[in-house]
């Protein structure tokens, strides 16, 4: 039997348990990961948590809806067992009418007929299982020259940059451009990276000069056998001199031959996309899924309000 469970009535200890274990299990369905970015979340539970689905829910001008948090790239039906698969479009229908918007991201084992309320969105994953000599056989040209212009730098790298110092380097360069961002998105990467740390499975990375001035800095967080590229910033200088490149090129060859996959979390943004498969990353489609039984007016409103946060996570994934 599938059940809607509050988020006071949801045992958290199951329902991590389920995550871990899932054939599709993924870093942001876990409890502490959804406590951060879509705090009071509600979900859809079968039986004993063999089956999960969470619903970040949140109110706003008097209304229920759901809708995709920022920095968790994808939700969905998470199953103990295969035989769950085809259940997905079950679980959309409990969903509780209360909620009339929903706009959010299923996972890459979800997969939901074509039709208008689907679309398709992307992602670039690079399995590193194989020797880095293999792997840079992969690399575009062009980010091989690259990478050899920034191994002339001497750059630095440390694995212990602190969170502090990652959301400092973004809002001095790319923060600048966006003012309209608030300090509520700062403070979830803040908080996404200290507990990721502090559980021993996040790291971030960081390109240092000749003058030990911060250039490039990547927060890894890995679950699931994956090094998720969760959040990074990038000077002018590091852009020019190819510091984010490097940075990329030294994860790998430092993780090359191990059991695990650099998931790049994106992008439908071209430039994006173009630059993630110029190190061999092979392109996925997962699906966005999108339901509405507004009235007309407040579906304008609200389309421009999903717009402007569209517009905000696109530049964030800029930053990379």
Request: aromatic share 14%; proline share 3%.
């Amino acid at each position: 039997m599938i059940r809607f469970l509050q988020h006071d009535k949801i045992d958290k200890s199951l329902w991590d348990e389920c995550i871990g274990i899932a054939v599709n299990g993924n870093l942001y369905a876990y409890s502490w990961y959804l406590d951060i970015v879509s705090p009071g979340w509600c979900a859809l539970v079968e039986d004993d948590y063999d089956n999960v689905f969470p619903l970040p829910v949140s109110t706003k001008a008097g209304f229920s809806y759901i809708m995709q948090p920022f920095f968790t790239q994808q939700l969905g039906l998470f199953y103990k067992s295969f035989s769950a698969k085809d259940r997905l479009e079950e679980f959309l229908n409990c969903i509780p009418a209360k909620f009339r918007y929903i706009d959010f991201n299923l996972n890459t084992s979800n997969e939901m007929p074509a039709s208008a309320n689907v679309s398709e969105m992307t992602n670039f994953e690079l399995e590193l299982t194989i020797e880095y000599r293999d792997l840079i056989k992969g690399y575009q040209n062009n980010l091989q020259r690259n990478i050899k212009k920034a191994d002339q730098n001497n750059f630095t790298l440390s694995k212990h940059v602190r969170p502090e110092e990652i959301i400092s380097l973004f809002r001095a360069n790319k923060g600048q451009e966006l003012t309209h961002l608030n300090n509520k998105q700062y403070a979830i990467v803040k908080d996404i990276a200290y507990k990721s740390i502090n559980k021993g499975i996040g790291e971030i990375w960081g390109a240092y000069d000749e003058f030990n001035q911060l250039l490039a800095a990547i927060l890894w967080v890995s679950s699931h056998q994956k090094a998720i590229f969760l959040f990074s910033a990038l000077s002018g200088t590091g852009k020019k001199r190819n510091a984010m490149p490097w940075l990329i090129d030294s994860f790998i060859k430092q993780n090359a031959g191990k059991p695990l996959t650099l998931d790049f979390e994106g992008s439908n943004v071209e430039g994006l996309a173009r630059f993630y498969s110029s190190f061999g990353a092979k392109k996925l489609i997962y699906q966005r899924y999108m339901r509405t039984s507004l009235p007309p007016l407040l579906r304008i409103g609200l389309k421009i309000w999903r717009l402007s946060r569209l517009y905000l996570k696109k530049y964030f994934l800029f930053a990379k």
